[in-house]
């Protein structure tokens, strides 16, 4: 069949019409399904705002005004002050456990406010609310405060945030009010930097491998084809090879012991060092792969360039094509650190500690993390701790978004145009 220039005109802009209709159809999917996705994350920090501020109850079992020194209330007293008033209301047993536990010596004066605090007024949150209640039916929660207030007469309405500094420099805490993290944002950390530490330059240097040197046979597609599953394995899975390897059998490194930093009749394998390189091994692949595409993308002519100037394979990889890759390869370790700093079912298969009211001071500490301490709050039954879980989130969120930040400056001074 012979088609004349007409007929071919009329196909051409049938086809023309049709490309035109679908690309315009998919353009406002994509539209729905990005409005879809800000919608969700939007609701997602409302509703994790809305559980960090709002009114609250709280009643002191103690009199603050009992513990008054020369006229000065609990809030202005010194450190040496303070420390006296734990001697004189604790018993000489409790006193020696928490002087035992660390010295009184080498506690801050905000540690020891937290623990009269905690010891003697012991504070209580009778009753707590939300953001949107705290606005919008402000009436009912100064009705039900004068309910309460009845039966407690020294309980206070406040209206708070259960985010502030002073939560941030706390160490966590059985006593609401009085709880912190600045233990869990150490934990995590340290565990993301040994994370960084192990997987980074032992992930970049297997991409190096894998793309510059190694052949095509059988055994490399084997083990190619090995990292891009294991990226996909169940962190848990990973959890459980941390315990096995880790924990157990490398013990004696991973608890210290070995340099004899601890007490080896005490000293497990349950330590930060166990869950940063658990982590390391559960983004390891990741970073493989992005680091991977990364130096793939690179042109040849750039590989060419130095091999006819006489340099070596290394000499070409070192100064050409790794300069030239590291924004993708920055780009990989963005991703792997935002894996790694929510992960929770490997750290608590490890060890990681879901009640610990000391600070890690090295690799070989106990530990627990922000998402562990998340996790632990928001699976009690009392609705504050669910309040103070929202404002461990936004500290997660903000370490995560810092984290990210630094990589994304440093991916963009060390880009490079060709």
Do not use: C
Not at 39 to 62: A, H
Not at 134 to 140: A, E, G, M, T, V
């Amino acid at each position: 069949m012979i088609r004349t220039a007409k007929d071919t005109k009329s196909l051409f802009e049938n086809n023309l019409a049709l490309r035109t209709n679908q690309g315009k159809t998919w353009h406002v999917i994509f539209l729905l399904v990005t409005i879809l996705a800000i919608v969700s994350l939007t609701l997602l920090i409302v509703n994790i705002v809305d559980s960090v501020f709002g009114y609250v109850v709280i009643n002191t079992k103690v009199d603050p005004a009992t513990l008054m020194v020369d006229g000065l209330a609990l809030e202005d007293q010194t450190k040496a002050q303070l420390t006296e008033a734990l001697r004189m209301n604790l018993s000489s047993g409790a006193f020696n456990k928490l002087n035992t536990e660390k010295d009184f010596g080498d506690r801050t004066r905000n540690e020891i406010l937290a623990l009269v605090e905690e010891r003697i007024l012991k504070y209580e949150v009778l009753e707590s609310w939300s953001l949107a209640d705290s606005l919008f039916r402000k009436n009912s929660v100064i009705d039900e405060y004068s309910k309460l207030v009845i039966e407690n007469p020294r309980a206070t309405l406040k209206f708070i945030s259960w985010l502030t500094w002073d939560r941030l420099v706390r160490p966590q805490s059985s006593e609401i009010v009085t709880a912190g993290i600045r233990t869990a944002i150490l934990g995590s950390l340290w565990t993301i930097i040994i994370t960084i530490l192990f997987a980074f330059p032992l992930g970049v240097g297997a991409a190096i491998y894998l793309e510059e040197y190694a052949s095509d046979n059988w055994v490399n597609r084997v083990i190619q084809t090995n990292i891009n599953n294991l990226a996909g394995v169940p962190s848990i899975v990973y959890g459980i090879l941390g315990l096995a390897i880790f924990v157990r059998a490398l013990e004696p490194l991973t608890s210290g012991s070995i340099f004899g930093l601890v007490d080896p009749t005490t000293a497990n394998g349950r330590t930060i060092l166990s869950a940063g390189l658990t982590l390391g091994l559960l983004v390891l692949p990741l970073i493989i792969i992005n680091s991977q595409e990364a130096i793939r993308a690179v042109p040849q002519s750039l590989r060419h360039a130095g091999y006819g100037l006489g340099a070596t394979k290394w000499q070409v990889t070192w100064s050409h094509v790794l300069p030239n890759a590291i924004p993708g390869i920055l780009t990989g370790l963005i991703l792997a650190v935002s894996r790694a700093i929510g992960e929770t079912a490997p750290l608590v298969v490890v060890g990681a500690s879901t009640a610990i009211s000391f600070d890690p001071t090295s690799a070989f500490s106990k530990f627990t993390t922000l998402p562990i301490q998340i996790y632990q709050w928001t699976a009690r039954p009392q609705p504050e701790w669910q309040h103070l879980a929202g404002a461990a989130i936004l500290v997660l969120l903000v370490l995560l978004l810092g984290l990210n930040a630094v990589a994304i400056v440093l991916r963009n001074k060390l880009s490079r145009k060709y």
